[in-house]
Protein backbone atom coordinates (compact mmCIF):
# COMPACT_ATOMS: atom_id res chain seq x y z
CA UNK A 1 0.00 0.00 0.00
CA UNK A 2 2.90 2.50 1.08
CA UNK A 3 4.37 1.42 -2.76
CA UNK A 4 1.22 2.55 -4.01
CA UNK A 5 0.81 5.56 -2.35
CA UNK A 6 4.67 7.08 -2.82
CA UNK A 7 4.21 5.84 -7.14
CA UNK A 8 0.56 7.67 -7.13
CA UNK A 9 2.33 10.99 -5.23
CA UNK A 10 5.03 10.72 -8.12
CA UNK A 11 2.71 10.27 -10.96
CA UNK A 12 0.90 13.53 -9.61
CA UNK A 13 4.55 15.30 -9.50
CA UNK A 14 5.40 14.49 -12.86
CA UNK A 15 1.42 15.53 -14.06
CA UNK A 16 2.32 19.18 -12.14
CA UNK A 17 5.86 18.90 -13.91
CA UNK A 18 4.46 18.56 -17.13
CA UNK A 19 1.78 21.17 -17.25
CA UNK A 20 4.28 23.17 -15.52
CA UNK A 21 6.34 23.32 -18.19
CA UNK A 22 4.66 23.36 -21.15
CA UNK A 23 2.29 26.57 -19.41
CA UNK A 24 6.50 28.24 -19.40
CA UNK A 25 7.28 27.15 -22.83
CA UNK A 26 3.77 28.75 -24.16
CA UNK A 27 4.58 31.77 -21.95
CA UNK A 28 7.34 32.46 -22.74
CA UNK A 29 6.67 31.84 -27.26
CA UNK A 30 4.14 34.42 -26.37
CA UNK A 31 6.40 36.76 -24.67
CA UNK A 32 8.67 36.42 -27.49
CA UNK A 33 6.42 36.69 -30.25
CA UNK A 34 4.66 40.55 -28.93
CA UNK A 35 8.26 41.53 -28.49
CA UNK A 36 9.12 40.65 -31.78
CA UNK A 37 5.94 42.06 -33.27
CA UNK A 38 6.75 45.41 -31.25
CA UNK A 39 10.57 45.42 -33.11
CA UNK A 40 8.86 44.71 -36.29
CA UNK A 41 5.88 47.92 -35.23
CA UNK A 42 8.68 49.84 -34.59
CA UNK A 43 10.90 48.92 -37.82
CA UNK A 44 8.42 49.11 -40.47
CA UNK A 45 5.65 50.99 -38.77
CA UNK A 46 2.08 50.22 -38.94
CA UNK A 47 2.06 49.10 -42.72
CA UNK A 48 0.88 46.07 -44.28
CA UNK A 49 4.64 44.43 -43.45
CA UNK A 50 3.55 44.88 -39.26
CA UNK A 51 -0.22 43.30 -40.33
CA UNK A 52 1.23 40.47 -42.05
CA UNK A 53 3.83 39.10 -39.18
CA UNK A 54 1.09 40.29 -36.33
CA UNK A 55 -1.66 38.25 -38.02
CA UNK A 56 0.90 35.02 -38.72
CA UNK A 57 2.48 35.21 -35.10
CA UNK A 58 -0.84 35.29 -33.12
CA UNK A 59 -2.60 33.33 -35.07
CA UNK A 60 0.07 30.63 -34.73
CA UNK A 61 0.48 31.19 -30.58
CA UNK A 62 -3.39 30.69 -30.38
CA UNK A 63 -2.91 27.23 -32.19
CA UNK A 64 0.09 26.87 -29.82
CA UNK A 65 -2.26 27.87 -27.00
CA UNK A 66 -5.19 25.37 -28.11
CA UNK A 67 -3.23 22.30 -28.25
CA UNK A 68 -1.05 23.28 -24.91
CA UNK A 69 -4.42 23.98 -23.27
CA UNK A 70 -5.68 20.58 -24.41
CA UNK A 71 -2.44 19.11 -22.98
CA UNK A 72 -2.61 20.92 -19.59
CA UNK A 73 -6.36 20.21 -19.21
CA UNK A 74 -5.35 16.32 -19.79
CA UNK A 75 -2.64 16.51 -16.91
CA UNK A 76 -4.92 18.30 -14.60
CA UNK A 77 -7.87 15.51 -14.96
CA UNK A 78 -5.26 12.62 -14.63
CA UNK A 79 -3.46 14.35 -11.16
CA UNK A 80 -7.37 14.55 -10.17
CA UNK A 81 -7.46 10.95 -10.58
CA UNK A 82 -4.36 10.25 -8.86
CA UNK A 83 -5.23 12.40 -6.01
CA UNK A 84 -8.89 10.32 -5.50
CA UNK A 85 -6.61 7.25 -5.54
CA UNK A 86 -4.62 8.79 -2.85
CA UNK A 87 -7.31 9.32 -0.98
CA UNK A 88 -8.66 5.56 -1.10
CA UNK A 89 -5.94 4.44 0.04
CA UNK A 90 -5.84 7.11 2.96
CA UNK A 91 -9.45 6.01 3.77
CA UNK A 92 -7.83 1.92 3.23
CA UNK A 93 -5.25 2.66 6.16
CA UNK A 94 -8.01 3.92 8.63
CA UNK A 95 -10.64 1.19 7.68
CA UNK A 96 -7.78 -1.35 8.32
CA UNK A 97 -5.12 0.19 10.43
CA UNK A 98 -7.01 2.17 13.17
CA UNK A 99 -4.33 2.36 15.32
CA UNK A 100 -2.87 4.98 12.62
CA UNK A 101 -5.46 7.43 13.25
CA UNK A 102 -3.23 9.02 15.90
CA UNK A 103 -0.64 9.13 13.46
CA UNK A 104 -2.19 10.63 11.07
CA UNK A 105 -5.01 13.32 10.01
CA UNK A 106 -8.50 11.53 10.04
CA UNK A 107 -10.65 13.76 6.91
CA UNK A 108 -14.26 12.78 6.88
CA UNK A 109 -14.86 11.58 3.14
CA UNK A 110 -16.39 14.39 1.93
CA UNK A 111 -12.89 16.68 2.06
CA UNK A 112 -10.10 14.11 1.43
CA UNK A 113 -9.83 15.57 -2.42
CA UNK A 114 -9.66 19.46 -0.67
CA UNK A 115 -6.95 18.31 1.74
CA UNK A 116 -4.76 17.57 -1.73
CA UNK A 117 -5.76 20.82 -3.30
CA UNK A 118 -8.16 19.19 -5.53
CA UNK A 119 -11.54 21.31 -4.61
CA UNK A 120 -13.68 20.48 -7.86
CA UNK A 121 -16.62 22.31 -9.08
CA UNK A 122 -17.12 24.87 -11.27
CA UNK A 123 -14.33 27.27 -10.14
CA UNK A 124 -11.93 24.26 -9.98
CA UNK A 125 -10.86 25.36 -13.95
CA UNK A 126 -9.90 28.86 -13.31
CA UNK A 127 -7.84 27.61 -10.85
CA UNK A 128 -5.96 25.34 -12.99
CA UNK A 129 -2.76 25.76 -15.52
CA UNK A 130 -5.29 25.18 -18.36
CA UNK A 131 -7.54 27.96 -17.38
CA UNK A 132 -4.84 30.29 -17.03
CA UNK A 133 -4.06 29.31 -20.85
CA UNK A 134 -7.55 29.32 -21.79
CA UNK A 135 -7.63 33.16 -20.87
CA UNK A 136 -4.54 33.80 -22.71
CA UNK A 137 -5.22 32.15 -25.57
CA UNK A 138 -8.50 33.57 -25.67
CA UNK A 139 -6.84 36.98 -25.60
CA UNK A 140 -4.63 36.03 -28.34
CA UNK A 141 -7.15 34.83 -30.54
CA UNK A 142 -9.18 37.88 -30.13
CA UNK A 143 -6.27 40.15 -30.80
CA UNK A 144 -5.46 37.83 -33.79
CA UNK A 145 -9.18 39.06 -35.24
CA UNK A 146 -9.11 42.10 -34.26
CA UNK A 147 -5.83 43.12 -36.25
CA UNK A 148 -7.21 41.00 -39.11
CA UNK A 149 -10.72 43.13 -38.63
CA UNK A 150 -8.47 46.66 -38.69
CA UNK A 151 -6.69 45.63 -41.31
CA UNK A 152 -9.73 44.69 -43.35
CA UNK A 153 -11.60 47.58 -42.57
CA UNK A 154 -8.61 50.36 -43.41
CA UNK A 155 -7.64 50.52 -40.25
CA UNK A 156 -10.38 51.20 -38.35
CA UNK A 157 -9.75 50.81 -34.67
CA UNK A 158 -12.91 50.65 -33.51
CA UNK A 159 -13.94 47.34 -35.67
CA UNK A 160 -10.52 46.07 -34.55
CA UNK A 161 -11.20 46.52 -30.99
CA UNK A 162 -15.21 45.91 -31.63
CA UNK A 163 -14.45 42.42 -33.18
CA UNK A 164 -11.26 41.29 -31.18
CA UNK A 165 -13.14 41.98 -28.22
CA UNK A 166 -16.36 39.75 -28.98
CA UNK A 167 -13.94 37.32 -30.08
CA UNK A 168 -11.51 36.81 -26.80
CA UNK A 169 -14.89 37.21 -25.08
CA UNK A 170 -16.66 34.26 -27.26
CA UNK A 171 -12.82 31.82 -27.34
CA UNK A 172 -13.26 32.69 -23.29
CA UNK A 173 -17.10 31.50 -22.74
CA UNK A 174 -16.35 28.34 -25.29
CA UNK A 175 -12.91 27.12 -23.70
CA UNK A 176 -14.27 27.56 -19.84
CA UNK A 177 -17.20 25.53 -21.29
CA UNK A 178 -15.09 22.54 -22.78
CA UNK A 179 -13.12 22.60 -19.54
CA UNK A 180 -16.33 22.88 -17.03
CA UNK A 181 -17.49 19.59 -19.37
CA UNK A 182 -14.20 17.62 -18.99
CA UNK A 183 -13.96 18.55 -15.49
CA UNK A 184 -17.74 17.17 -14.78
CA UNK A 185 -17.04 13.99 -17.21
CA UNK A 186 -14.13 13.16 -14.97
CA UNK A 187 -15.87 14.09 -11.76
CA UNK A 188 -18.26 12.10 -12.82
CA UNK A 189 -16.47 8.74 -13.67
CA UNK A 190 -14.45 9.02 -10.43
CA UNK A 191 -17.28 8.93 -8.00
CA UNK A 192 -19.50 6.11 -10.02
CA UNK A 193 -16.15 3.91 -9.80
CA UNK A 194 -14.55 4.64 -13.52
CA UNK A 195 -11.22 4.23 -14.12
Same mark, same amino acid.
Given at each position: ??????????? &??????????R =???????????????????????????????????????????????? &??????????????????? &?????????????????????????? !?? @???????????? =??????????????????? =????????????? =?????????? @?????S?????? &????D !???????
Open positions: MTTEHFTLQGA &RAATTAEATS =ATIFIGSVSAGLVALGLIATATGTGTAFYAFGLIVLFTLSFVGFFTLD &RALQSGIEDFHYGRRIAQL &RAYYFAYAPELTDYLTSVPPSQRLTL !QG @LRGGFWQGFRTV =AGMIGVVTSVLTGSATGLL =AAFVSSRSAVAGF =ATGGAVAIAM @LVAVTVQYRAW &RRAE !QAFSGGP
